[in-house]
């Protein structure tokens, strides 16, 4: 599965351009979360086959799309946990790797989730910070 800025630098075109592809159907894509993502057959139909012995993407990427839910969480918890995850997402990464969190808390269950999107060891690491937030 590519995700759309991978298939626009594949077939040489803007992200925007491949994004109309998706909505006007020209190209097939599955929504997971806020993004798309396009099957190797699917960009075959529109680009032609590729040779399988050589790879699509200049790079290997991998992504984590999950969500975390904590139960039995104060507001003032959830809010020292949100606070943290904030800083975390706008302290800046060397590799130019992208971060996306939400958080949702709901005060009448005092039950926490948070969303998180990003690079594998970038996620693995708020998954750290989140568990030694919830330990403390």
Do not use: C, W
């Not at 057959?41 to 790879?55: H, V």
Request: hydrophobic fraction near 40%.
């Amino acid at each position: 599965m590519y995700s759309l800025e991978q298939v626009a630098e594949l077939l040489g075109l803007h992200v925007r351009t491949v994004r109309s592809y998706v909505r006007n159907g020209r190209l097939k894509a599955v929504r997971i979360g806020k993004q798309y993502r396009v099957a190797r057959q699917d960009l075959e139909r529109i680009a032609g086959p590729q040779d399988s012995r050589a790879p699509l993407a200049q790079h290997r990427q991998a992504e984590v799309s999950s969500v975390v839910q904590v139960d039995a969480v104060t507001q003032e918890t959830a809010s020292r946990i949100i606070d943290r995850l904030s800083h975390a997402v706008k302290t800046p990464r060397n590799d130019g790797s992208a971060l996306r969190i939400e958080t949702i808390y709901d005060h009448g269950h005092a039950q926490m989730k948070v969303i998180v999107i990003g690079s594998l060891p970038v996620a693995a690491n708020i998954f750290k910070l989140l568990d030694v937030l919830l330990e403390a």
